[in-house]
């Protein structure tokens, strides 16, 4: 079998506030599992679950964000603070070719929200005009309110997605 450079098998690659995560998941029988070396700062996590009722990464996220609460280098991104009529244009759904779920973007007071098909709903930060971010998995959400699209981007991939 060939390897090529850049590629694992069964290695996922995503960004946790600005740090590179190598990670790898598994399940079977009401068991789940995952792992997770982050180079950078020398970390590792192993866990396994049994009976886990709900979306595993929301818990892995949520580790990490007490693991490295009162980490000062870490990068930190700063934000824009909306009204809530001027959140109005994002909201929706969202779908694409290459896009593996439909994204519904939702709003709680100035705050904007997205949930893909199946996930778990998460709060994203603006950072600039039509642009937010859910920092601690590093994904990006670069609205276009003229074309009604939206390029997300995620763990190095963008996928174009329309408003429905």
């Known amino acids: 079998m060939k390897v090529e450079k850049g590629k694992g098998l069964g290695i996922m690659q995503f960004r946790f506030k600005g740090l590179k995560v190598y990670s790898h998941d598994g399940g079977i029988d009401g068991f789940q599992s995952f792992a997770l070396y982050i180079p950078e700062k020398e ?13 595993m990464m929301p818990t892995i996220i949520a580790i990490l964000d007490t693991y490295f609460e009162n980490d000062p280098t870490l990068k930190k991104n700063p934000s824009l603070s909306l009204k809530q009529e001027e959140l109005d244009k994002y909201l929706g759904i969202y779908s694409g ?3 593996p779920a439909k994204v519904t973007y939702t709003k709680k007071g100035n705050v904007l929200f997205a949930e893909g098909t199946g996930q778990p709903v998460f709060k994203l930060i603006a950072t600039k005009k039509d642009f937010f971010l859910y920092d601690a998995m590093g994904i990006r959400f670069d609205f276009n309110i003229k074309e009604k699209t939206l390029e997300l981007t995620f763990g190095g991939n ?7």
Do not use: I
């Open 158 to 164: 963008k996928h174009l997605l329309k408003k429905e």
């Open 43 to 55: 970390v590792g996590l192993a866990v396994t679950f049994n009976g886990l009722t709900t979306l």
């Open 97 to 99: 070719k290459t896009s």
